[in-house]
């Protein structure tokens, strides 16, 4: 956690643009589960009673960022238990990401390597007797995970190892007061975003299983990662207000400002423009897909797989965008997580 006493990069505190909205360019349809109200009560009571939640001010700050839209915009198709579950995940990792955000590795490696041992033996019991309530919440959350079959479960617990462990890469940035290359960054971004195990999750809990042969071929693993990249481009663009106040400086806009040696304006436009990158060439590998099914000679049944699985990275980068334009207040300069630390 970045806590107020770390040396932290010094970067200028500008206002973001006015025009970012219309200049972020999205031509999915939006949608919306309509029980997000439950499950926004659902997931702030279960944070309360894992410990992860421990105040009337703190929950406050949770609600406030509606992540509960977050989760039914983004997989509009989750009904009831499905949707709670996912929104639980979400607003979870939220909290985490919060608390794992630091410049001091050793401060954090315990705690992610409680979190990857979970995974790694595929053990939600190991987290019941630990004493840090992210270890034991993370269990739990795995445990609801246990009707997922292999080898989608060993992808999902990949995916999450991963997120969890670049935690570590991104605190020693953060201790050596590095600026990684922007390339560099973007690429560490795409496992730090946990976008690739949140759109597995999500469809796993919709009922689309698709088989390894089509899920891990060269095609939609090129569809896959167009939604970290696009989501971790809206998140920085939004984001940069409040981290240029608290000094971290891992976020594209300042590292765009400062390789490209431009203003703060041009940086955001620059931005704005890979995330409308993303989106085409997400459209172009779309548009490639029905030779893509011929060459893996997939069955009408598995076609329709594949045309479900698109459609929910569809409703992901559109409702990223939605929840980041309309619905939260997570970014908004004046909001701080609870206990003495800063996201």
Same mark, same amino acid.
């Given at each position: 956690m970045i806590t107020q006493g770390d040396p932290a990069i010094e970067i200028p505190a500008v206002p973001l643009r006015t025009d970012v %909205?219309?200049?972020?360019?999205?031509?999915?349809?939006?949608?919306?589960?309509?029980?997000?109200?439950?499950? *926004?009560?659902?997931?702030?009571?279960?944070?309360? %009673?894992?410990?992860?939640?421990?105040?009337?001010?703190? *929950?406050?700050?949770?609600?406030?960022? %509606?992540?509960?839209?977050?989760?039914?915009?983004v997989a509009p198709a989750l009904r009831g238990p499905q949707l709670d579950l996912f929104c639980d995940w979400i607003v979870f990792t939220t909290q985490l990401d919060d608390h794992l955000d630091s410049n001091d590795p050793a401060a954090i490696h315990p705690l992610v390597r409680q979190l990857v041992g979970v995974l790694d033996h595929d053990d939600p019991d190991r987290a019941s007797?630990?004493?840090?309530?992210?270890?034991?919440?993370?269990?739990?959350?795995? %445990?609801?995970?246990?009707?997922?079959?292999?080898?989608w479960r060993r992808q999902l617990a990949d995916g999450w190892a991963q997120w969890i462990e670049a935690y570590l890469t991104e605190a020693g940035w953060r201790q050596a007061r590095l600026w990684p290359s922007l390339a560099r960054y973007r690429y560490t971004v795409r496992t730090t975003s946990a976008a690739l195990p949140f759109t597995l999750l999500s469809e796993l809990l919709s009922g689309i299983w698709l088989p390894d042969r089509v899920l891990n071929s060269a095609a939609l693993n090129a569809l896959r990662v167009v939604v970290p990249d696009h989501t971790m481009a809206v998140n920085d663009v939004f984001g940069a207000p409040r981290e240029a106040l608290t000094g971290d400086h891992l976020n594209a806009v300042f590292i765009t400002e400062r390789e490209y040696r431009c203003t703060r304006d041009q940086a955001v436009a620059m931005t704005i423009d890979y995330a409308n990158a993303a989106i085409r060439h997400f459209l172009r590998l779309v548009d490639a897909l029905p030779r893509t099914c011929d060459d893996l000679r997939l069955t009408a049944a598995e076609r329709e797989s594949v045309r479900r699985w698109v459609s929910g990275l569809?409703?992901?980068? *559109?409702?990223?965008?939605?929840?980041?334009?309309?619905?939260t207040h997570r970014y908004a300069t004046g909001i701080r997580p609870l206990g003495g630390t800063q996201a």
């Open positions: %909205r219309d200049l972020l360019w999205c031509p999915f349809v939006p949608a919306i589960s309509p029980d997000a109200a439950q499950a *926004r009560a659902h997931t702030l009571a279960w944070l309360t %009673r894992a410990g992860i939640i421990t105040s009337a001010p703190q *929950r406050a700050y949770v609600d406030a960022m %509606r992540l509960d839209l977050y989760a039914a915009r007797a630990a004493e840090d309530p992210f270890v034991t919440a993370f269990g739990e959350l795995w %445990r609801q995970c246990g009707h997922i079959p292999q080898p569809q409703h992901w980068l *559109r409702g990223n965008l939605d929840w980041h334009t309309t619905d």
